[in-house]
């Protein structure tokens, strides 16, 4: 799929938009059992995409619905939507806004949010994501202090309140453009080494956020020396995540075991344990698909010193053996 092609495709009418001209009436998902009481209002409450998404994807890529009112909502997930043609009217916490193209906002989980009706040449692309993929990424996307740093670190803790969200007023929109082309493309015609195509246009967009665009910030911040120790922390698990313990980590910070323990939980969300396990895993699938070495060799190249557990932990994240995954997505050097 050539880019001539995926804008063709995007401005074609789906079969949701078909029916939304003829009857504007919303999808089942909008009933009043999900509706949930936000600040004195009920509003609807989804805990996953509209969409099915396999229990291993950590996001979901899709395109609006257009010519339809989307009521105020709020969901367990992290939400970022692109303006790719047009624009979009949104109220998001109370606060109208104006999307144009271009233009990117980037709303934490359970903030409600509502959608104007859209029209013809508006095209908005959404990224629905998981607070898991952040986990698992934020050291490489997020390794300079800046609001959207802040905004990963409190949109993957538990502990911290969710009312934030960002947006970024494009002034050159070729890369940004160009990234969201890529990713589509893969999503819409995917081919070997898919999702890890898409796992990289996704971090590229981030780090291009971060570079290129001036940001609008609604919501609580975390404190600068909050986020920089918390990144930190989350680069020396990148780059020791084979060989690092609690005890050693923490050591290397200044602090006891049993607090910095208590602060990584409540910083990112994640205790130390599931840190390093996610790291280790994620780094064995890749090896899994970029070399030859035997699946006991990854296990212990990652730091799994009982294979058993590893072959657990792999099924459980990636709903398949090791083996069956290397031999689904293997890419040939």
């Not at 009436?25 to 936000?38: A, I, R």
């Not at 994501?129 to 490489?140: A, E, V």
């Not at 070399?291 to 294979?307: E, I, Y």
Request: charged share 25%; proline share 2%.
């Amino acid at each position: 799929m050539n880019f001539i092609e995926l804008d063709s495709y995007l401005r074609k009418h789906s079969a949701s938009e078909e029916r939304y001209m003829k009857e504007p009436v919303l999808s089942e998902w909008f009933k009043d059992d999900n509706k949930v009481l936000v600040d004195g209002r009920y509003v609807f409450h989804f805990s996953k995409p509209f969409m099915s998404v396999s229990s291993n994807q950590d996001y979901f890529v899709n395109k609006h619905s257009r010519f339809i009112h989307v009521p105020e909502h709020i969901h367990g997930y992290i939400e970022l939507n692109f303006v790719y043609s047009g624009q979009c009217r949104q109220s998001i916490n109370n606060k109208d806004v104006l999307l144009k193209k271009g233009d990117i906002v980037l709303i934490d989980t359970e903030i409600p949010h509502s959608i104007a009706k859209t029209g013809e040449d508006d095209i908005i692309i959404n990224l629905l994501i998981y607070q898991n993929f952040f986990s698992k990424c934020l050291s490489q996307i997020a390794a300079t202090e800046s609001y959207l740093s802040q905004f990963l670190l409190q949109a993957i803790s538990d502990s911290q309140k969710h009312n934030q969200y960002l947006i970024f007023r494009n002034t050159n929109t070729e890369k940004i453009s160009l990234l969201f082309q890529q990713l589509l493309c893969e999503v819409y015609e995917p081919g070997i080494g898919t999702k890890e195509m898409k796992d990289l246009y996704i971090q590229l967009i981030f780090l291009e956020l971060i570079r290129s665009f001036s940001v609008e910030v609604n919501g609580t911040e975390l404190e600068t020396q909050q986020t920089k120790l918390a990144l930190d922390i989350l680069g020396y698990i990148e780059a020791h995540y084979e060989t690092c313990s609690l005890g050693e980590t923490a050591a290397h910070f200044g602090y006891n075991a049993s607090y910095f323990s208590h602060m990584i939980r409540k910083t990112t969300g994640m205790s130390f344990k599931e840190l390093i396990l996610n790291k280790r895993i994620e780094n064995s699938r890749i090896q899994l698909i970029h070399s030859s070495k035997s699946v006991r060799d990854v296990a212990l190249d990652c730091g799994f010193t009982n294979l058993n557990h590893y072959y657990k932990l792999f099924q459980e994240h990636f709903g398949m053996t090791p083996s069956k995954y290397r031999k689904a997505n293997q890419i040939s050097e």
